[in-house]
């Protein structure tokens, strides 16, 4: 391929498309207990087997029982339950929580699902099975006393692994479209032919090869029995059009995922395969399909050049994929759902950008990508696209045309971060070349890496509080106990507070991770995801167990701005201006600034004084109790409290914040993010790799900002925290170009798993082709600056309160929460009121 | 430091990604003072020189800074990455900004001399001596023309237009600089068909003879609509505003007038900046 292989051209919209999306969203999506029961009825088979071939067992069971379906108008088949948008279950890795919430998952606010009573029968008989062999009790048992502590006290949260599969991986497609499963079957034949029963690895190579080839087996039969349903419809159907095209998915069927694709029609039916059932393997998201406008390319520009193929039905090929990575999902437990609402699976998919040699590889299918996410205005795939200063202008300015539709997408990753950010963590300089994003904003070098890439959520205002209390929370001892703030004399020593109490939670958040870690390579070694990840066959080892090239850890931090404008308020006020005390600010914090307490608030500082007049050696019954709970909420109520409180955030507000172009508040912020990414990237994970850090929080930032106190950066008890390495809501007040260059000065490259910067505008600010020039140029400047990411959100504030009031006219509204796209009325209503609040981002007036 | 760096003026408002006042993502700076007094004016604070106090949001605010020529330029530095990838620049707005001669000369020398490109939104009510002096360091002047008639014109503005009138051709012939014409389109002013066409039959004059004196004609001919996003603004100044029953004029009304532009004109005609 040489330079700039494309050609633009806007294909329109089919009818089917339309009609494949009505049809996905007519119901509230479903719980179905047909893997719980399959799972458990093989696991019951295979009891004192090696854990690998109880996997490959289970997965072939389910493979050849689960019920399947082609539904109407479909091109590209295969779906992992009856109903659209459903989703099965897998209590191997948790199950507790789904029973807990049997009677309130279709009611409650994010992401809720139908499930019917027969279901919750089903399920629940499987899951009796589970007591004592999930990954969740076994990492459970891994961690130490102190990080269970933090965990319960929300310090950190690693629920997504905890609770749920890993995923977050990009495996070899372009192998599966190759060779096929047959291909990579005689791969894993061949390398356990040449294994010798006297090797030391044998008994874990030879399982774990066998485990592959039941696993590629079990692949082909399923589509093979998808083959057979499409023939059977066939010959019922009485639409001669419809019958051609169910006799063409047959063939399709039993020809690939087997063999290698040949023509581009095979090819997605070969992709949507491995897309799917790898998500029937586990219940890991961000399972993203990576640089699929690179590896589907050959098939399409074969087929151009031969002549069978047209665009546009390469477009509604496109499209079909593209509206069937919506009708995959997931069911988590409601916290979890409030993290990550929308429904969202982070199937992230990214165009352009360079090959391993460093050449522009934007081409016809990189555009189209762009197509479909016009066309579909669906928040699956995560649609990204890579920039750097080689990208195509035109490309851009199609991407623009994307972002101006509303839709939230794409996301855009600069290359000139990135790869040198890469290389930096240990790939080659052409692996990094080639990489793309994991879920909302991690980049990895696809087919070669395990990267655990959303460890956990760490909340850096939670050590704060911490600084303030002496490491007490609630009256436990959570974090270090560091001097009373009252006795310290200099900034540093405060400072200092705060990164000793970092350090510690820091490594606990540790202990936590590789504890899961153990876990899932004990319990849930996955032989079909490993097959497709080098070098797995080649070392005998799944991913969970260390076989990929590249294996890292990225847990992710947020609240940056919050803690930047925290640490220099206090410094300003309290050491540079003399015009507060640290005693003044604790007892502001404590009081919520005078703004009044919530019920968790009035708790937790009842439990913190009852424990401190235990330990002075008084008894505390029930009636003290009632007597400091009193005296709390009367004292928080006092005129010289809320004098306190008022004075306090007149003077904070005062005091120059992140996010407006000032380069000395800037450097104090990139210090301040460096309190999270330097120490982490010390530590090291259980399958020999390292940890980096992230800066993002998905949408983690409302509900465990509703868990966080007030804190010295003026932000009142229970509201969100800032936003990735956005500026605090509000804070930003010199416009996008300022915010921008604030975020630029952040150090981009150590936080190698990702970074996020959330902008939102107006659709007039890129009206006509002028204003998607400007926008363009906008992304370019921030990037040239070295920014890893940006994304945009463009809807007007007033549709977003109309969706509020009349969320059945906005079913399709897409908004971009935090890196990624998500339905906007399924969000919970804090989360929706804090999109809406979220500074505009004004243009000329 | 250049000794013309230390020049000083008084500004009210310095505003960065302005995407709607001349090429790219601009920083205008907002000079205080002004020779009119239009009534539909929405920065009624930058129309005294002196410094005032305005109630925003019922807070107290100080209008007017004094600074200098390298103070300003501070910051319109920082979004250097955004001029040079969207070719934008600097833009001095007012007021007039030619109330500040040597102000404004010196804000338009230190970005040009520095590479930055250079707009100036004005009435051109001043002496030509001082346009005159201000041209060499001026990519792109944003001149607007409210109306044809001199006692119309008084009668909202405070002002007759006939120096304005005078002054824009001279700048036309001067071939200096680009020249575009903005006419802010106010209902019960000049929004009739016939107000319009009048002003667009002068840019036409302005564009031949700027062509003849060998410059670049008329860029383009902007139709701003009326808006009422100052209005708050007078409340925060204890003043009246007088057109507080005035609706702002309608998409297809706009559509009229920039047709009826384009044809009197022959120009390139657009509504919004």
């Keep these: 391929m040489g330079l700039y292989q494309y050609e633009i051209t806007d294909i329109k919209k089919t009818d089917r498309i339309d009609r494949l999306i009505a049809h996905l969203f007519e119901k509230m999506p479903e719980i179905e207990s047909a893997r719980a029961k399959l799972i458990t009825e093989s696991y019951k088979e295979t009891e004192n087997e090696p854990m690998i071939m109880r996997r490959a067992k289970a997965f072939a069971h389910i493979l050849e029982n689960i019920p399947i379906i082609i539904r109407d108008d479909e091109l590209v088949v295969g779906s992992s339950t009856i109903a659209p948008r459903g989703c099965q279950t897998y209590p191997e890795f948790s199950y507790e929580w789904l029973e807990a919430e049997f009677d309130t998952v279709a009611t409650r606010s994010a992401d809720p699902f139908y499930i019917s009573e027969q279901a919750k029968r089903e399920i629940k008989e499987a899951d009796s099975y589970w007591k004592g062999k999930t990954t969740s009790e076994l990492a459970t048992s891994y961690m130490e006393p102190e990080t269970l502590i933090a965990m319960e006290h929300n310090m950190f949260t690693p629920g997504n692994y905890f609770y749920n599969g890993v995923g977050h991986v990009t495996v070899q497609y372009e192998k599966v479209l190759a060779i096929g499963y047959e291909g990579i079957r005689a791969e894993a034949e061949k390398l356990l032919s040449e294994c010798d029963f006297g090797d030391g690895d044998y008994a874990r190579k030879s399982r774990f090869l066998q485990a592959v080839i039941i696993s590629c087996n079990a692949v082909i039969a399923y589509a093979n029995r998808y083959a057979e349903l499409a023939k059977q419809m066939a010959s019922e159907c ?48 961000s399972i993203s399909p990576g640089r699929f406008d690179q590896y589907m390319y050959p098939y399409y520009e074969a087929d151009r050049k031969k002549g069978t193929l047209s665009k546009e039905f390469a477009q509604e090929l496109i499209d079909c994929i593209w509206v069937k990575l919506n009708d995959l999902n997931k069911c988590r437990d409601a916290a979890s759902a ?54 195509p202008h035109e490309f851009l300015i199609k991407a623009a045309e994307l972002t101006r539709t509303g839709v939230g997408l794409p996301a855009y990753y600069n290359d000139e971060v990135i790869i040198p950010a890469l290389i930096n963590r240990g790939l080659t300089l052409k692996d990094a070349r080639e990489y793309n994003i994991i879920g909302c904003v991690e980049p990895q070098k696809a087919g070669k890496t395990e990267g655990w890439h959303d460890a956990a959520f760490f909340n850096m ?38 990164k000793e109490q970092m350090n510690y939670m820091i490594k606990l958040l540790v202990n936590a991770d590789n504890a899961i870690d153990v876990a899932h390579a004990q319990r849930c070694p996955l ?45 300003t006020l309290v050491f540079d201006e003399h015009k507060a005390t640290l005693k003044e600010f604790k007892e502001a914090l404590a009081t919520n600034y005078g703004k009044g ?80 990414t330097r120490p982490l990237q010390e530590y090291k994970n259980p399958r020999g790799g390292i940890y980096q850090a992230g800066l993002y929080p998905v949408s983690a930032n409302v509900p465990l900002g509703a868990q966080t106190g007030a804190t010295p950066d003026g932000r009142l008890a229970g509201t969100p ?90 079913k399709h509204l897409v908004v971009r929460v935090a890196g990624y796209s998500a339905l906007f009325t399924t969000l919970s209503r804090s989360l929706q009121d804090d999109i809406i609040n979220r500074t505009e981002q004004g243009f000329g007036a | 430091m250049e000794a013309y760096r230390q020049t000083k003026g008084r500004i009210f408002d310095i505003q960065k990604f302005s995407i709607h006042d001349g090429d790219g993502i601009r920083t205008i700076v907002f000079l205080k003072g002004c020779v009119l ?70 804000l338009l020398r230190a970005a040009k001399e520095h590479g930055i490109n250079t707009a100036m939104e004005s009435m051109a009510c001043a002496k030509y001596e001082v346009i005159e002096s201000i041209l060499p ?6 001149l607007d023309i409210k109306h044809m008639n001199p006692e119309k014109h008084k009668e909202f503005t405070g002002r007759s237009n006939e120096l304005m009138l005078e002054n824009a051709g001279k700048i036309a012939r001067s071939g200096q600089t680009r020249l575009s014409i903005r006419i802010p389109v106010i209902p019960t002013f000049n929004d009739s068909e016939a107000e319009i066409r009048a002003i667009a039959g002068y840019a036409k004059k302005l564009d031949k003879e700027s062509r003849q004196a060998g410059g670049l004609g008329i860029e383009k001919v902007h139709l701003l609509p009326y808006h009422r996003l100052g209005q708050d603004k007078y409340d925060g100044l204890d003043r009246e505003y007088l057109m507080k029953d005035i609706v702002p004029p309608q998409a297809e009304k706009m559509a009229g007038l920039k047709k009826a532009a384009e044809q009197e004109s022959g120009l390139v005609c657009q509504i919004g900046g």
């Design chain 1, 338 to 391: 409030e993290g990550f609402a929308g429904y969202s699976l982070f199937q992230n998919l990214i165009a352009g950008g360079q090959n391993g040699d460093g050449v522009d590889v934007t081409n016809d299918l990189s555009f189209m990508t762009i197509q479909a996410s016009m066309h579909v205005q669906l928040p699956q795939p995560s649609f990204s696209v890579r920039v750097w200063n080689g990208t």
């Design chain 2, 137 to 142: 360091y001026l990519d792109h002047y944003l």
């Design chain 1, 238 to 285: 009485r639409d001669a059009a419809r019958r051609e095209e169910l006799l063409k998915i047959s063939e399709n069927c039993s020809k690939v995922p087997a063999k290698g694709a040949e023509s581009f029609y095979e090819a997605c039916q070969s992709f949507w395969f491995v897309q799917q059932l790898l998500q029937l393997e586990s219940s890991g998201h």
């Design chain 2, 37 to 106: 007094r239009c009534r539909w004016c929405c920065n009624p604070e930058s129309q005294e020189y002196a410094v005032q106090t305005m109630k925003v949001q019922g807070e107290p605010k100080i209008i007017g800074q004094d600074v200098t020529v390298d103070e300003v330029m501070r910051t319109v530095e920082q979004d250097r990455p955004y001029y040079y990838r969207s070719r934008g620049g600097l833009t001095l707005s007012g007021g007039e900004s030619l109330c500040q001669p040597e102000f404004a000369r010196d």
């Design chain 1, 597 to 676: 307490l919530t019920k968790e608030m009035v708790g937790e500082m009842t439990a913190q004084i009852a424990s401190s007049l235990k330990e002075a050696g008084q008894d505390i019954g029930e009636k003290e109790i009632a007597a400091i709970m009193k005296t709390v909420i009367e004292t928080s109520q006092m005129p010289a409290v809320k004098e306190n409180g008022e004075r306090l955030l007149k003077l904070i507000d005062q005091v120059p914040k992140f996010g407006n172009d000032i380069p000395e508040v800037d450097a104090f912020a990139r210090d301040v993010a460096y309190t999270y």
């Design chain 1, 461 to 498: 205002c939670r050590p704060m509080e911490l600084v303030f209390s002496q490491g007490k929370d609630k009256g436990v001892q959570v974090g270090v106990v560091t001097k009373p703030v009252e006795e310290m004399k200099e900034f540093e020593e405060f400072y200092d507070a705060y």
């Design chain 1, 721 to 810: 925290v800032a936003d990735g390495v956005s500026p605090s809501a509000g804070k930003d007040v010199n416009g996008p170009t300022a915010a921008a260059n604030s975020v630029a000065r952040l150090d981009h490259y150590i936080a190698s798993n990702g970074t996020l910067f959330n902008q939102k505008f107006h659709p007039s600010a890129l009206s006509g082709r002028e204003g998607l020039e400007k926008f363009v140029a906008l992304i370019r400047a921030y990037f040239d600056q070295k920014g890893s990411h940006m994304q945009f959100n463009v809807v007007s504030r007033e549709t977003l309160l109309d969706a509020q009031k009349n969320p059945e006219k906005y």
């Design chain 1, 527 to 571: 032989p079909f995801l490993s097959c497709m990840v080098d070098d797995c066959m080649k070392r005998g080892l799944t991913v969970q167990e260390g076989g990929a090239v590249y294996n890292f850890t990225g847990p992710q931090g947020f609240g940056v701005a919050n803690m930047a404008d925290a640490l220099y308020a206090v410094k």
